[in-house]
């Protein structure tokens, strides 16, 4: 038996009926999205693709693929494409907003708790449930996306690559870049053998000339901007200048490529060594924070500046850190159809697609060594991949299903 899709307003629906929908629909996502950026993915493909066919199992493959080479936290900036189809530059806003709002208040909320009592509070009980509950959630959109995006035994061949790649040690955007140029040549070399005439033309030289304009526009108004223009003169002054933290924070949200992990790397470098704004403790516990709530991991940037400049301080990292990825999403939304208009970019977004596939597996295998460490994780695991791939229930029920049997199962000394 599978769940209905819920009745959803037709595109061409008033402007404010679209845009109270995308409110909804990914405020009640930043609520739930435990489990980082393949599982915020992962749930974002089950409301608008699975339910609300808001956009073709197709398209949102060709975002994924494209959002993973820009800078920025990709599961926020594919919130943005789906709000941008929806309802434009302001449906983007709205989209992307309503995701991190729940995020950043209930981080800043911990963060008021961590100043005003020293401690973090006790969740893990709940995160041994939620865990699993949100690995089955990943494992359906893994396979409905990997059903669309591995067409065949080429595409199948590139994806195995990029996993062992990825296994080794290299990079998310070298080994998806790689990929995606090693498929390209070679599905346009195959494509070219099995048709005859001539292939098909590529983008009008007007349309690609504007779409590279724009982007090179984008990039050129967030240049990284120097570290000696947020070089810390806390020490002296007592406080983080407003300033200062929001020109670092708005340079992180402009470079950041990668997971939360990079994050992890780039603010210990900079905020605990070279600039000596937090100590290693408060670094980990702000890293702990982002972890366990739902939403982006980089409202971790919420904590971070609450702890050295106030609300105002809060205000201004979550802005910082954010605003890039309104730019970078809004930029690139209208050129990836364009991409799939000639041979060459549309087989660069297909391997591009299975790579970004493989990184979604091999980020499942590692959640799953890192989570089923124990009879309870697996009996909640194994029951909510049941009722996500037989009976399509929402993920939201999922979730707070497994909070629930993991909180019995710590009360009951399980």
């Known amino acids: 038996m599978s769940t209905p899709p819920p009745t959803s ?17 990914f405020f009640k996502l930043g609520v739930i999205g435990f489990g980082g950026p393949a599982a915020h993915i992962a749930m974002m493909e089950d409301e608008v693709v699975e339910r609300r066919r808001w956009l ?32 434009g530059w302001v449906g983007l806003a709205v989209a992307g907003t309503s995701f991190i709002v729940p995020a950043a208040l209930s981080t800043g909320l911990l963060a008021w708790a961590y100043v005003k009592y020293g401690t973090l509070p006790a969740v893990e009980p709940f995160l041994v449930g939620i865990k699993p509950a949100v690995l089955a959630v990943i494992l359906g959109a893994l396979w409905r996306l990997g059903k669309k995006a591995v067409k065949g035994w080429m595409l199948a061949v590139l994806a195995a690559l990029v996993s062992v790649l990825l296994v080794a040690g290299l990079s998310e955007i070298a080994a998806l870049v790689l990929g995606g140029v090693a498929g390209m040549l070679g599905l346009v070399a195959l494509r070219r053998r099995s048709t005859t005439g001539d292939p098909p033309k590529d983008n009008d030289p ?6 590279k304009a724009s982007i090179k526009r984008g990039w050129l108004a967030l240049l990284p901007i120097p570290a000696g223009l947020v070089q810390a003169t806390a020490a002296a002054a007592g406080a983080v200048p407003l300033w200062k933290l929001g020109l670092f924070f708005l340079k992180v949200g402009a470079v950041l490529y990668g997971s939360g992990y990079v994050l992890i790397a780039f603010l210990e470098g900079d905020l605990v060594n070279d600039y000596g704004w937090l100590t290693q403790q408060q670094l980990l516990d702000a890293v702990a924070i982002g972890q366990f709530t739902p939403g982006p991991v980089l409202t971790t940037a919420t904590f971070i500046g609450y702890v050295l400049g106030g609300v105002p301080g809060a205000v201004v990292a979550t802005v910082g850190i954010f605003l890039p990825a309104f730019v970078f999403a809004g930029l690139l939304h209208p050129v990836v159809p364009k991409l799939r ?13 299975a790579a970004a596939v493989a990184l979604m597996a091999v980020v499942t ?3 799953g060594l890192d989570v089923l460490t124990g009879w309870v994780p697996v009996a909640i695991f194994a029951g909510a991949a049941v009722l996500a791939l037989r009976y399509k229930v929402n993920a939201a029920w999922l979730v707070l299903g497994g909070a629930l049997a993991g909180w019995l199962g710590a009360t009951l000394g399980l």
């Open 9 to 25: 307003a037709p595109p061409d629906a008033p402007l404010g009926a679209r845009l109270g929908e995308l409110a909804r629909v």
């Open 56 to 87: 073709s199992r197709q398209h949102f493959l060709d975002l994924i693929g494209a959002t993973n080479l820009i800078p920025g936290p990709n599961s926020t900036e594919m919130t943005m494409h789906v709000g941008y189809a929806r309802a």
């Open 206 to 211: 007007d349309d690609s000339d504007k779409a």
């Open 341 to 353: 208009t000639s041979p060459w970019t549309a087989a660069f977004l297909d391997a591009i697609n």
């Open 365 to 367: 295998v590692q959640l």
